[in-house]
């Protein structure tokens, strides 16, 4: 059989980054990726469980391999990802779609090529999904979607319990990489080019990593430990929890120059009682204090948010919080999200759930503020000039080069391909709503 595969991710950066691990483990068994899923032999579909919206567009593409795999059974289906971890998930396929051949979680893809190594040579049904107890990440192969940068893991799972929220059932409690290990990993990535890494956790300011002398790590510390690499140029993490931004971080923002001046900070909501009624551990007030502390600390420092609209019992009053919240901080840009129904959380038995057509206008407001703040914001850029690692060819341009500034705002410009991977000098001609315009200057 021809060794073609093919993933789908839907999600966050963890799933990408698991799509990356799953990637690099088939190339190095002989397979081969490629970009459209019908000339693969084998499809993989890395899910997200977060919304609702995603758990349907899975079923829909589920749906619509059917007709494949009826027409050529040796055509594999694999099934993996955060909607594995949910029993009534795995349920419904073993019903309604018996013919997916190999399920497993996202605590086990490191046993993944064995899971389908089997399945293509003895024609039986694999499923693995287990609990807990993922450890073994920088250990395996990565096929990354950039060469000059790389996402690492450093933290598993969330113990945070936000009403609203599928992660703490599908990605377990939450346990910390040791800083020796991840050093480690991103030493071996700064040997094969890369020079920037986004560290990723559910919440890192949680992050407590045992070292080998039996100390524990503060998420702090680990930024430091790792800014003493050299050639690594550019740290950056997602996501904070702002209920424990500690002042100590603050001060690595500060003192060192390789940590990127931005931070995603996810407040969901502008009221105070929606964000108890979420589980947060914060207030509003205790909100703006982490955004003035951090700003007093590092003035241009950019900034980003989740925002949930119409979470169950959200008045009018409360949603015109949210909106005079995004006002007051004045956000570079925000994810914004329907409130979404996921089975198994408290929030789902809440009384009093938003209509969807309430939820639809709110969501059309708040996103016609966060688009005029980022646009005002982004039209300040004109004339600065911004140190960019470039990315590759622009998404919408083959024939421009796109990047990111040091704070994560992506600039498309006019240059050639040698610059692919380095850092650029770009001096801003023009501020759109979601990038930013240049021309590549010298020093
Ligand atoms: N409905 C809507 N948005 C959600 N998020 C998490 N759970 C839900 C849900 N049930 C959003 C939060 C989180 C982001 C990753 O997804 O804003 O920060
Ligand atoms: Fe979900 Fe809250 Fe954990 Fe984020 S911190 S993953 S929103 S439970």
Same mark, same amino acid.
């Given at each position: 059989?021809?060794?073609?595969?093919?993933?789908?991710?839907?999600?966050?950066?963890?799933?990408?980054?698991?799509?990356?691990?799953?990637?690099?483990?088939?190339?190095?068994?002989?397979?081969?990726?490629?970009?459209?899923?019908?000339?693969?032999? $084998?499809? &993989?579909?890395?899910?997200?469980?977060?919304?609702? *919206?995603?758990?349907? #567009?899975?079923?829909?593409?589920?749906?619509?391999?059917?007709?494949?795999?009826?027409?050529?059974?040796?055509?594999?289906?694999?099934?993996?990802?955060?909607?594995?971890?949910?029993?009534?998930?795995?349920?419904? &396929?073993?019903?309604?779609?018996?013919?997916?051949?190999?399920?497993?979680?996202?605590?086990?893809?490191? +046993?993944?090529?064995?899971?389908?190594?089997?399945?293509?040579?003895?024609?039986?049904?694999?499923?693995? %999904? @287990?609990?807990?107890?993922?450890?073994?990440?920088?250990?395996?192969?990565?096929?990354?979607?950039?060469?000059?940068?790389? @996402?690492?893991?450093?933290?598993?799972?969330?113990?945070?319990?936000?009403?609203?929220?599928?992660?703490?059932?599908?990605?377990?409690?939450? +346990?910390?990489?040791?800083?020796?290990?991840?050093?480690?990993?991103?030493?071996?990535?700064?040997?094969?080019?890369?020079?920037?890494?986004?560290?990723?956790?559910? *919440? $890192? *300011?949680?992050?407590?990593?045992?070292?080998?002398?039996?100390?524990?790590?503060?998420?702090?510390?680990? %930024?430091?430990?790792?800014?003493?690499?050299?050639?690594?140029?550019?740290?950056?993490?997602?996501?904070?929890?702002?209920?424990?931004?500690?002042?100590?971080?603050?001060?690595?923002?500060?003192?060192?120059? /390789?940590?990127?001046?931005?931070?995603?900070?996810?407040?969901?909501?502008?009221?105070?009682?929606?964000?108890?009624?979420?589980?947060? +551990?914060?207030? #509003?007030?205790? =909100?703006?204090?982490?955004?003035?502390?951090?700003? /007093?600390?590092?003035?241009?420092?950019?900034?980003?948010?989740?925002?949930?609209?119409?979470?169950?019992?959200?008045?009018?009053?409360?949603?015109?919080?949210? @909106?005079?919240? $995004?006002?007051?901080?004045?956000?570079?840009?925000?994810?914004?999200?329907?409130?979404?129904? #996921?089975?198994?959380?408290?929030?789902?038995? =809440?009384?009093?759930?938003?209509?969807?057509?309430?939820?639809?206008?709110?969501?059309?407001?708040?996103?016609?503020?966060?688009?005029? %703040?980022?646009?005002?914001?982004?039209?300040?850029?004109?004339?600065?000039?911004?140190?960019?690692?470039?990315?590759?060819?622009?998404?919408?341009?083959?024939?421009?080069?796109?990047?990111?500034?040091?704070?994560?705002?992506?600039? *498309?410009?006019?240059?050639?391909?040698?610059?692919?991977?380095?850092?650029?000098? $770009?001096?801003?001609?023009?501020?759109?709503?979601?990038?930013?315009?240049?021309?590549?200057?010298?020093?």
């Amino acid at each position: 059989m021809e060794k073609t595969f093919h993933i789908t991710t839907f999600g966050c950066q963890m799933n990408e980054h698991d799509s990356e691990i799953m990637a690099g483990m088939l190339l190095e068994r002989g397979y081969r990726q490629v970009s459209e899923r019908r000339q693969a032999k $084998v499809a &993989i579909i890395n899910t997200c469980s977060v919304r609702e *919206n995603a758990d349907k #567009r899975f079923f829909g593409t589920l749906g619509q391999l059917k007709r494949r795999k009826m027409a050529e059974p040796d055509f594999t289906v694999c099934v993996c990802g955060c909607m594995m971890q949910q029993q009534h998930i795995i349920d419904t &396929i073993k019903t309604k779609y018996p013919w997916v051949d190999v399920i497993f979680g996202t605590h086990n893809i490191s +046993h993944f090529p064995e899971l389908l190594e089997h399945v293509i040579q003895e024609k039986t049904k694999q499923i693995e %999904i @287990l609990e807990d107890g993922r450890t073994d990440d920088g250990e395996l192969p990565s096929r990354r979607m950039y060469q000059c940068k790389a @996402l690492v893991n450093i933290m598993y799972g969330c113990n945070n319990f936000c009403t609203y929220c599928i992660v703490p059932y599908t990605r377990g409690r939450e +346990h910390s990489r040791s800083p020796e290990h991840i050093r480690e990993e991103v030493e071996k990535l700064v040997k094969d080019g890369v020079r920037e890494v986004m560290l990723l956790g559910q *919440n $890192v *300011n949680s992050y407590r990593g045992v070292s080998e002398d039996g100390s524990t790590w503060s998420f702090a510390r680990l %930024i430091l430990f790792l800014a003493e690499i050299d050639g690594l140029e550019r740290i950056r993490f997602m996501t904070s929890h702002p209920k424990d931004l500690s002042d100590e971080l603050i001060d690595v923002f500060r003192s060192c120059d /390789k940590l990127c001046k931005n931070i995603h900070l996810p407040v969901q909501s502008g009221s105070t009682e929606i964000m108890q009624r979420m589980n947060r +551990h914060y207030t #509003r007030e205790s =909100y703006m204090d982490t955004v003035r502390r951090l700003r /007093k600390a590092v003035p241009d420092i950019t900034m980003s948010t989740d925002i949930i609209v119409g979470f169950p019992g959200e008045t009018e009053e409360q949603f015109q919080d949210t @909106l005079s919240l $995004v006002e007051e901080v004045r956000y570079d840009s925000a994810f914004t999200f329907l409130y979404s129904v #996921r089975t198994g959380t408290p929030a789902a038995s =809440y009384g009093e759930q938003i209509p969807e057509e309430v939820k639809h206008e709110r969501f059309n407001r708040l996103v016609d503020l966060v688009n005029r %703040i980022s646009a005002e914001k982004n039209a300040k850029y004109k004339g600065r000039v911004e140190r960019v690692l470039v990315e590759g060819p622009s998404k919408r341009n083959s024939k421009t080069l796109c990047g990111r500034t040091d704070g994560f705002k992506l600039v *498309n410009f006019e240059g050639s391909r040698e610059m692919i991977g380095t850092f650029v000098n $770009v001096e801003i001609t023009e501020g759109k709503t979601f990038s930013l315009e240049g021309r590549v200057v010298e020093e």
